[in-house]
C-alpha cells in the first residue's frame, strides 16, 4: 500500500488550496479515505474522511463548510479541496487509510496559511 500526498503549499488567508493523495497497492474502490493533519505541538487530528463509493463524508467541526473531500475511484485518488483557509489550517496533512487490519498514511504535504 502506498499513500502519495500532493497539493501542499504556503497560501495566504482566504485562500484555497487543492490536496491530493494518490493511492495504490490496494483496491482502492474498496475502502474508506481520511484526511489528517499534525500542526507543530499538537496531536494529528482528523479532518476529514469519505466512505468507500463516496457517498458518505464527515467533518471535524474546525472545517466544516470550508473543506470538501471527494474521491476519483477510476484515478485512484482522493481529494481534499480547501477553502477559505485560516492560520490555523497550517499544518502536515496525510493521507490515511485502513486495508487489512492495517493502517496506511502517506508522507504528509505541508500546508501553510500565512500572509
Known amino acids: 500500500v502506498q499513500l502519495v500526498e500532493s497539493g501542499g503549499g504556503l497560501v495566504q488567508p482566504g485562500g484555497s488550496l487543492r490536496l491530493s493523495c494518490a493511492a495504490s497497492?490496494?483496491?482502492?474502490?474498496?475502502?474508506?479515505m481520511s484526511w489528517y493533519r499534525q500542526a507543530p505541538g499538537k496531536v494529528r487530528e482528523l479532518v476529514a474522511g469519505?466512505?468507500?463509493?463516496?457517498?458518505?463524508?464527515d467533518y471535524s467541526d474546525s472545517v466544516k463548510g470550508r473543506f470538501t473531500i471527494f474521491r476519483d475511484n477510476a484515478k485512484n485518488t482522493v481529494y481534499l479541496q480547501m477553502y477559505s483557509l485560516k492560520p490555523e489550517d497550517t499544518a502536515l496533512y496525510y493521507c490515511?487509510?485502513?486495508?487489512?487490519?492495517?493502517?496506511?498514511w502517506g508522507q504528509g504535504t505541508q500546508v501553510t496559511v500565512s500572509s
Open positions: 497497492g490496494f483496491t482502492f474502490w474498496r475502502y474508506g
Open positions: 469519505i466512505s468507500s463509493g463516496g457517498g458518505t463524508t
Open positions: 490515511y487509510t485502513y486495508v487489512r487490519n492495517n493502517a496506511y
